[in-house]
């Protein structure tokens, strides 16, 4: 089992920057690919942001691309997400979660690729 925790959410002027922080503990915690997904009212959850085990791969959202940037420090357990040049449209509820990859190298982009999900942490964007 892995346990995920997210934090850093906020309101914030369009614009803005924030940074999110996601904690994991639990079993192997570490040895998995770490992903960030959104989910605004009325919408299905989204794939925002990806990183492979080690770290060295990183995948976007053409949405996010070049205003975001997913990190992880596994001496921490924790995976980062900057985002920054924030728009009300990246307003939405932000999960963390932990899937399984065939590589150290593999990132994730499905939902349906991760095992364990964070209970999410509220991003809003004022115009």
């Known amino acids: 089992q892995v346990q995920l925790v997210e934090s850093g959410g906020g309101l914030v002027q369009a614009g803005g920057s924030l940074r999110l922080s996601c904690a994991a503990s639990?079993?192997?915690?570490?040895?998995?690919?770490m992903g960030w997904f959104r989910q605004a009212p009325g919408k299905e959850r989204e794939f925002v942001a990806a990183?492979?085990?080690?770290?060295?791969?990183?995948g976007y959202a053409d949405s996010v691309k070049g205003r975001f940037t997913i990190s992880r420090d596994r001496a921490k357990n924790t995976v980062y997400l900057q985002m920054n040049s924030l728009k009300p449209e990246d307003t939405a509820i932000y999960y963390c979660?932990?899937?399984?990859?065939?590589?150290?190298?593999?990132?994730?982009?499905?939902?349906?690729?991760?095992?364990?999900w964070g209970q999410g942490t509220q991003v809003t964007v004022s115009s």
């Open positions: 990183i492979s085990w080690i770290g060295g791969n990183t």
């Open positions: 979660a932990a899937g399984a990859a065939s590589t150290i190298a593999t990132i994730l982009h499905r939902v349906s690729e991760y095992s364990y």
């Open positions: 639990g079993r192997s915690s570490s040895s998995y690919a």
